[in-house]
Structure formats: structure tokens, C-alpha cells
């Protein structure tokens, strides 16, 4: 497994995914601290899509609540504040879906992955899972609005 091509693999899929499926301009900056440290000031919602093939492993997304509110309402086409808490958490669900989905395919689209079913994740858990293995990406993502982070976990 070549790390350099897996994170150049989810660089591109992120810039896809989000500019073209949920309309989001971004830029990559560099992690400034772990991906599941609390922010008081800013709560996230984790998710988390395992998938196994060569490599396996977890993926796991971080994205503020403001931030989710917003990208699930411009990709459901609706005003954020009509919005319930199920379709927030569906569209991040779908959007670590559809993450990990093409940056398998950029990583290697001959390969055969089996993707499982996106999960919800409480902080604990999530800091819990970042902690395991000893192969990790991390790409921090900066939108116009705020800050998410998508990160695999290779077992």
C-alpha cells in the first residue's frame, strides 16, 4: 500500500465529491491537532465507513454541525433551517459514503473493495477508532465557512 497514492486518492475524491456534488469550494491544509479533539465552541458530527480489499480499513469524517447544516441543504436544495437533524446526519452519512466510494476507485479502479453501511459515531468512539493502527491519513479541508477533516484508519 502506497500512503502517497492513497492521500493524493482522497485529495482528489474530496475535491470532486464536494465541489462538484455538494457545491463547496475547499483547500487542504495541514492537521493542527488530532481529528477528534473537542471544540466546545464548534461540535462536529463523526461518521465512519469501514471497507475491506487490499488495503482495509476505516474511514471516518469530521464535519462541524453549522457546516453539515449548510452542505445538506444546498445538496437537498432547501433552507438550512428546515431541515431535521435525520436529513443532516443522512447527507453526511452519504457524503463519507460517496468520499470513501471515489477515493477507492481513484486509489485503484481495477481493485475489488467491499464498502459497509455509513455509521453515525459518538466523539468518544470516533477518538477511539483515530487512536487504532499505526497507518493513518489525515486531510483537513477548509470550506468558505468552516473547517471538516477526512481521515482513513488502515488496518
Given amino acids: ?5 492513497l492521500t493524493e486518492a482522497m485529495k482528489a475524491s474530496i475535491s470532486e465529491v464536494l465541489e462538484q456534488m ?26 465512519k465507513l469501514g471497507f ?8 471516518m469524517l469530521r464535519i462541524p454541525c453549522a457546516l453539515a447544516q449548510s452542505v445538506s441543504a444546498d445538496f ?12 443532516i446526519t443522512g ?3 452519504e457524503m463519507v459514503n460517496m468520499l470513501a466510494g471515489s477515493t477507492l ?8 473493495f467491499d464498502l459497509q453501511i455509513p455509521e453515525l459515531l459518538a466523539i468518544n468512539d470516533a477518538r477511539a477508532l483515530a487512536q487504532e493502527g499505526s497507518d493513518k491519513i489525515v486531510v ?5 465557512e468552516n473547517r471538516m477533516t477526512f481521515q482513513v484508519v488502515l488496518q
Fill in 22 to 47: 455538494f457545491f463547496m469550494p475547499i483547500d487542504f491544509i495541514a492537521p493542527e491537532k488530532a481529528w477528534a479533539d473537542p471544540e466546545p465552541d464548534n461540535p462536529s458530527i463523526f461518521a
Fill in 140 to 144: 483537513r479541508i477548509q470550506t468558505p
Fill in 76 to 87: 437537498l436544495g432547501t433552507a438550512p433551517q428546515s431541515l431535521s437533524q435525520d436529513q
Fill in 105 to 112: 476507485s481513484f486509489y485503484d479502479h481495477r481493485a475489488l
Fill in 52 to 59: 475491506s480489499g487490499s488495503p482495509c480499513g476505516i474511514f
Fill in 91 to 93: 447527507t453526511v452519512l
Fill in 1 to 5: 500500500m502506497d500512503k502517497t497514492v
